[in-house]
């Protein structure tokens, strides 16, 4: 199988690129069978890939050509799959294939399909060749082309003034977190001399504490960044001015859980510096806890499910910082299924109101689009945590692994963030779907989506229902003994039954506590959310206002920045290098007017000039002796 | 001093007199091959069927007052008509009449000089033959004579050009550029199966032969290419204001460049002095006849080109003919040799 | 060999005395002829140094077209356009020869006190021969060692000749040669046109009373008596 | 001076090279300065086939070989600008070409 690995990223590239050139004028709506087909082919072919994998237990490795060849020092480009790798595979293609069908209607009739299913199967390939890598300059490539897929993705109506901006904005943020990224993997050069995973991780004990917490750092600063952590998630939400499929694909189920996936590639690194996974798990409960707060108060269906993934994003991350690996990695799969349900939901709910997406104009949707219901209620619980759906499964493993690893402030505001992920959730729901029909009637026709996208919505009910089990039992399933061949020197942790069970029950009474009051909130009215709104005052406006973020970011770095290009402009640019460099052209004029009078024209002058040269040259050559010249 | 050189001194100056007897006789023939063409006599009155004819138009000629025109350039108007005249017979230097026959015990080349370089000699000296032209048409102070000057010097530059690059596949099959080397390939035998040719190059290279021959009468500025002297137009071109003797130094030239052009064909594309039945200089020297008789017969027959038609034919019709001739050679050649 | 150093010495001279010539005669053609007898002397000098072939190509190329085509320019030069050699710019001349002295002077020095020193190559007499000739041996290097500058140098004469096509073409703004016009004839003795009619501009100056009963019309150019009847109209139309 | 040595093609070389030099700087006709030049050229001819000839090598013999190439294109391209300018302005006087000043 190993032979034919260079197919899987190979196929989204070619049906990326035939799309791109003949697209627009010669296959026009037939570009979408040709991405969708290649992504297929990219699925079916991973298939095999991951039962080697779980019979060998060894990873696969193709070796496609050297990119760089510098003496020495070589960059290869080498597929690399292990089980990590693997299961990355799977989503990636799985849900990216579902994503394409899905497209197929969501994008129906829109002038740029071409385009659109150009820059999706690129993106399909960079995400591949971004798990496939083998090492660390090869990832920051494909990490940059999934950031630039992102780019074209949320700018594709281009046209729209608010899509081009928050393009330019997701583009920017993650600029960030990339620079630290970069400048982290130009340590480990300097530190390792190479930037191969093998050869780094065998040798990272030799570097210095600090070096390594550095390193790691630097690392997850790249991940804060492509997934969305504080500081910097401020882009995730604007993303969502993208089509609806992208937000599912990029900005829920694969692109922003690179993040989670780099940190778990180079489990090796951060697993020495027990400061840098302080530092991530912090950061990660604090994004969690925060985003569940914002996702709570915003009344945009897209933003909630946006809020949503940042919050889930910080449960992976400080998963990994509290020492869950497989707990991270486990909820990155069940969450790209049912975040991606949920974010298809949502697109089917916006297509299926004509492009509405406030849930104040919405409600009592359920009779129209019962398929777009039950899925969505399905993903939606699946994301509380409600029991026995998918990420009951996984996020009960990650707060159980806040307890198992001794972090005890970060399991209560886990607890927490669980309650509120719990009440934006169903609040979404109730708000959407129950209740007084809240539209205009004249205007708006509530209908159900066609089979093309109601189709992938089922499947990913499906696996939002059972994914879940892949960890049953919980510590002991068969996704941890998978997967802890990528995690050397991890070892499963020994849970006793009891604990589970009491972590089971706290968890379930949480959700199913958001689950009672939206309940009461907004189907028996019996609680006024305003109320309570106000009765928080402060705290709520801090909430709706994005925890006022975006106003920080623009007195603190926008408008400083601002301040100093025009300084820059104004005096450096138009001063002092225009003043130089007009300067020494007045100064060449200048001289060269006074020179001019050398030149009589006289081509005989010239002749007598160019013989008197080759006169004294070679008597100073004759003087000088022969080592004139030498 | 070696007998080798003495012995290349000798035939030499035997080459050199026969060669100016038979320029001599060349006129006559011309003079009676016309008048057949014409359906006229032609000279009957001098000698025996007008044979003296030639001795008596020599003695015409030296006994004629010599003119000098006012405004001429003296020194070159003096000079033009030797240089044409000393250089017209030096080519045939390396031309060989045969292998070498045994003298009063001495062997004795028949050829005067077997040079490397002998064919690329033929050309330089060939392309030294426009001078006595260009500089006796300048020296005249005579317009047409000047013009008949400066057309020859541009048609003996282009025909040049055309004359040495159709002898470039003849090289490219011989594989050398030595006359003696080229006659002695020639002289074998080529199998074609039951058919038994000669390897003559005209065989292997007619295309490079037609072009041979088109440059050759241009260079030697015969008829139909004879427009430095055009007599219609020019009223006789750069030798108007010639007379007497110097104007048979230009009138030899010319009729010994003819030889020794035919010459040289012969020796080029028809095999030298290979013939069917006992090798040597006589079939040379029946090879050549029939190309002067061809000169005699193109003048006869072939109207006078117009000059833009001259250049246009050398540059536009057989400079690419002759490259194609040269790059089709190469390539069978490579073949031949197995490198293709 | 003492015959040698004759001969070339006597080469020499020629070619020394002839270059000296060209820079002094007044008429450029003499300067050409005797540009001729100095290339011709080197052509025989490097005979003497083993480059057969390149004798040839300097007689061919040299003295056969380059110095053609310089004689050829020259005589399409007004020669009253000529400039004179001897006093136009006294200065020049002292300043020119003193500095051709002064490099003599040079050059002669570094003849005499220097030696080259090289290593000695495999083409003396018998390399040549083994190799088949002058000709084989420098094809042998030529082709071995110098193929992309024989490439080069083909390039160069290729754009050298677009270059001179472009130099010599026809000024744009020249008259376009005027195409022949529709007149049939021309006869010295007839008024062309109609027969019988006799031109209007016919004056009696221009006819000549011949021999016989023909007259000569004289004509200053072909087309004076001829009437044309569409151009005539044409004319009048734009003169209107 | 029984044999040939270099200094004669030396001397050859140089005088012709010199004397080409001194009619490049005090002729006035484009078209003798042209043929100076070309003199020059042959003149740099000799030395390259003179040392090919006393050390044994063919270099040198390609390199002049490679001169008189260039020295062909160079006239094609002077004749062709020395034709130009006496159309234009009737003079092949080097002293009344004045364009390059300006």
Redesign the interface.
């Known amino acids: 199988m190993s032979s034919w690995l260079f197919l899987i990223p190979l196929l989204p590239l070619v049906a990326a690129v035939i799309n791109f050139l003949i697209g627009r004028w010669i296959l026009r709506d037939s570009a979408q069978w040709i991405a969708t087909l290649a992504v297929a082919a990219s699925f079916i072919l991973s298939i095999p890939v991951m039962l080697e994998i779980m019979a060998d237990e060894q990873p696969l490795s193709q070796h496609l050509y050297t990119w760089i060849p510098a003496g020495d020092f070589d960059i290869p480009v080498t597929l690399f799959v292990d089980q990590l790798t693997a299961i990355m595979l799977l989503v990636v293609t799985g849900v990216g294939l579902l994503v394409h069908i899905y497209s197929i209607g969501y994008m129906h009739g829109d002038p740029g399909t071409y385009r659109f299913f150009s820059y999706l199967p690129l993106f399909v390939f960079s995400m591949l060749m971004l798990v496939m890598a083998n090492n660390f300059l090869v990832l920051f490539v494909f990490w940059e082309a999934v950031g630039l897929c992102s780019f074209l993705l949320i700018g594709f109506w281009f046209r729209r003034r608010s899509a081009a901006a928050a393009a330019k904005k997701a583009f920017i943020v993650n600029r960030v977190g990339d620079f630290g990224f970069g400048i982290g993997i130009l340590l480990i050069f300097v530190t390792y001399g190479t930037i191969e995973y093998a050869a780094v991780f065998d040798q990272v004990g030799d570097a210095t504490q600090t070096t390594i917490t550095v390193i790691a750092l630097l690392l997850f600063t790249g991940a804060i960044g492509k997934s969305a952590q504080l500081p910097l998630f401020v882009w995730l939400p604007d993303a969502m001015e993208g089509p609806t499929p992208v937000s599912a694909l990029i900005h829920a189920a694969t692109m922003v859980t690179a993040g989670i996936f780099v940190m778990a590639r180079a489990y090796p690194i951060v697993y020495e510096s027990s400061d840098a996974m302080m530092v991530i798990a912090i950061i990660g409960a604090a994004t969690a806890f925060i985003a569940a707060t914002i996702a709570v108060t915003q009344y945009d269906i897209k933003k909630v499910v946006a809020y949503s993934t940042v919050s889930q994003l910080g449960f992976m991350a400080f998963a990994l910082g509290t020492g869950a690996w497989i707990a991270a990695i486990f909820h990155l799969v069940t969450h790209a299924f049912f975040k991606g349900l949920l974010f298809l939901g949502a697109g089917s709910v916006i297509h299926g109101m004509h492009e509405e997406q406030d849930m104040r104009k919405m409600g009592g949707l359920k009779k129209y689009m019962p398929i777009t219901y039950w899925t969505f209620l399905i993903g939606a619980a699946a994301n509380a945590g409600i029991i026995p759906l998918a990420g009951f499964w996984s996020k009960d493993e990650i707060i159980l692994g806040t307890w198992l690893y001794d972090h005890t402030v970060i399991m209560v505001v886990a607890f927490v963030t669980a309650f509120f992920t719990s009440l934006y959730m169903f609040r979404a729901v109730f708000m959407t779907f129950h209740g007084e029909e809240r539209f205009d009637p004249e205007k708006v026709h509530p209908h159900e989506s066609p089979k093309v996208m109601t189709i992938p919505l089922i499947v990913l009910a499906f696996f939002a229902l059972t994914a879940g089990f892949m960890g049953f039992p919980p510590e002991d399933g068969w996704i941890h003994h998978f997967l802890i061949h990528s995690f050397p020197g991890l070892s499963l942790p020994d849970v006793a039954f009891s604990t589970i069970a009491v972590f089971a029950g706290i968890s379930t009474l949480i959700a199913l506590s958001g689950l009672y009051i939206q309940y009461l909130a907004y189907v028996k009215k019996s609680i006024s959310p305003a109320g309570i709104a106000g009765l928080l005052g402060p705290l709520y406006k801090l909430a709706a206002n994005r925890w006022y973020l975006d106003e920080i970011y623009d007195v603190l770095i926008v408008r400083p920045l601002v301040a100093f290009s025009m300084f820059l402009w104004r005096f450096v640019d138009a001063q002092v290098i225009d003043g130089t460099v007009n300067g020494v052209a007045a100064l060449v004029t200048y001289t060269s007017s006074q020179w001019r009078r050398a030149q009589t024209g006289l081509i005989a002058n010239y002749v007598v000039m160019i013989a008197l040269g080759a006169v004294i040259i070679i008597g100073a050559f004759m003087l000088f002796g022969s080592n004139l010249f030498d | 001093m070696d007998a080798n050189l003495l012995s290349s001194y000798i035939f030499a100056v035997v080459v050199l007199n026969v060669l100016l007897g038979l320029m001599a006789y060349m006129t006559y023939f011309e003079r009676k091959v016309m008048a057949a063409m014409q359906d006229r006599v032609g000279p009957n009155r001098t000698g025996p069927v007008g044979l003296l004819q030639p001795i008596a138009d020599g003695i015409k000629l030296l006994t004629k007052e010599d003119i000098i025109p006012k405004h001429a350039d003296r020194r070159i108007f003096l000079l033009a008509p030797l240089l044409s005249f000393v250089l017209a017979p030096v080519a045939a230097a390396v031309i060989p009449f045969g292998d070498s026959i045994n003298v009063f015990g001495h062997e004795v080349n028949l050829y005067v000089a077997d040079i490397n370089v002998a064919a690329l000699y033929f050309l330089a000296i060939g392309s030294m033959g426009v001078y006595g032209i260009i500089l006796g048409g300048y020296a005249s102070a005579n317009r047409y004579s000047l013009l008949g000057g400066l057309r020859s010097a541009a048609q003996v530059i282009s025909y040049e050009i055309i004359l040495g690059l159709s002898l470039i596949g003849v090289f490219i099959l011989s594989g050398s550029l030595s006359l003696v080397e080229i006659v002695s390939q020639q002289s074998e035998t080529l199998n074609l199966g039951p058919l038994q040719l000669p390897n003559w190059f005209i065989l292997s290279q007619p295309l490079a032969f037609v072009i041979f021959l088109i440059a050759a009468v241009a260079e030697t500025n015969r008829a139909p290419f004879d427009l430095p002297e055009a007599e219609t137009e020019l009223i006789g071109g750069f030798h108007t204001e010639y007379s007497g003797f110097r104007f048979s130094f230009f009138f030899l030239a010319e009729y010994i460049s003819m030889i020794i052009i035919s010459l040289f064909a012969a020796t080029i594309f028809l095999g030298g002095t290979d013939g069917p039945i006992r090798d040597g200089v006589w079939w040379l020297a029946i090879k050549a006849a029939i190309f002067l008789f061809f000169y005699i017969w193109l003048r006869t027959t072939v109207p006078r080109f117009r000059y833009d038609q001259l250049m246009g034919l050398a540059w536009k019709v057989l400079l690419p003919l002759v490259l194609i001739n040269i790059l089709l050679t190469g390539f069978i050649r490579l073949w031949g040799l197995g490198m293709l | 060999?003492?015959a040698?150093?004759l001969v070339?010495?006597l080469l020499?001279a020629v070619?020394?005395v002839a270059?000296?010539a060209?820079?002094t005669m007044r008429?450029?053609?003499?300067?050409?002829?005797a540009?001729?007898v100095?290339?011709v002397n080197?052509a025989a000098?490097?005979v003497?140094?083993?480059?057969?072939?390149?004798?040839?190509?300097?007689?061919?190329?040299?003295?056969?077209?380059?110095?053609?085509?310089?004689?050829?320019?020259?005589?399409?030069?007004?020669q009253d356009?000529?400039?004179e050699?001897h006093g136009?710019?006294p200065l020049?001349?002292v300043?020119?020869?003193g500095?051709?002295i002064?490099?003599?002077i040079?050059?002669?020095?570094?003849?005499?006190t220097?030696t080259?020193v090289?290593?000695?190559?495999?083409?003396?007499e018998q390399?040549i021969a083994q190799a088949?000739?002058?000709?084989q041996?420098?094809g042998q290097?030529?082709y071995s060692g110098?193929v992309l500058?024989i490439q080069a140098?083909a390039f160069?004469?290729l754009?050298?000749?677009i270059?001179?096509l472009?130099?010599?073409r026809p000024?744009e703004d020249e008259e376009p040669t005027p195409t022949r016009r529709p007149v049939a004839t021309i006869s010295l003795a007839h008024t062309r046109g109609a027969d019988d009619a006799p031109l209007p501009q016919l004056q009696a100056a221009n006819v000549k009373h011949e021999a016989g009963d023909r007259d000569l019309i004289m004509a200053r150019d072909a087309d004076e008596f001829t009437s044309i009847p569409g151009e005539d109209d044409e004319q009048k139309e734009r003169s209107e | 001076m029984s044999e040939l040595m270099p200094e004669h093609f030396m001397f050859l070389s140089a005088a012709l090279f010199i004397i080409g030099m001194v009619g490049v700087l005090t002729r006035n006709n484009v078209l003798v300065i042209f043929m100076c030049v070309e003199l020059m050229l042959t003149a740099v001819n000799i030395s390259f086939v003179g040392f090919a000839w006393e050390f044994n090598q063919l270099t040198g013999q390609i390199f002049a070989l490679f001169v008189i190439a260039i020295a062909a294109a160079e006239a094609v391209i002077g004749l062709g600008i020395i034709m130009a300018l006496t159309r234009q302005r009737d003079t092949v006087d080097i002293n009344q070409v004045r364009e390059l000043r300006q």
């Open positions: 060999m003492a040698e150093v070339f010495n020499s070619a020394i270059a000296a060209m820079i008429n450029p053609i003499h300067s050409a002829i540009l001729v100095t290339f080197v000098i490097f003497m140094l083993r480059a057969e072939f390149l004798a040839a190509v300097q007689i061919i190329v040299y003295t056969g077209a380059v110095l053609v085509l310089i004689l050829f320019v020259l005589m399409l030069v007004n356009d000529l400039p050699f136009a710019k020049q001349q300043f020119g020869f500095l051709g002064v490099l003599l040079e050059i002669g020095a570094a003849i005499l220097r080259v090289a290593e000695p190559g495999p083409w003396d390399g088949g000739g002058h000709i041996s420098i290097v030529l110098y500058p140098t160069v004469l754009l050298a000749t270059g001179a472009f130099l010599g000024d």
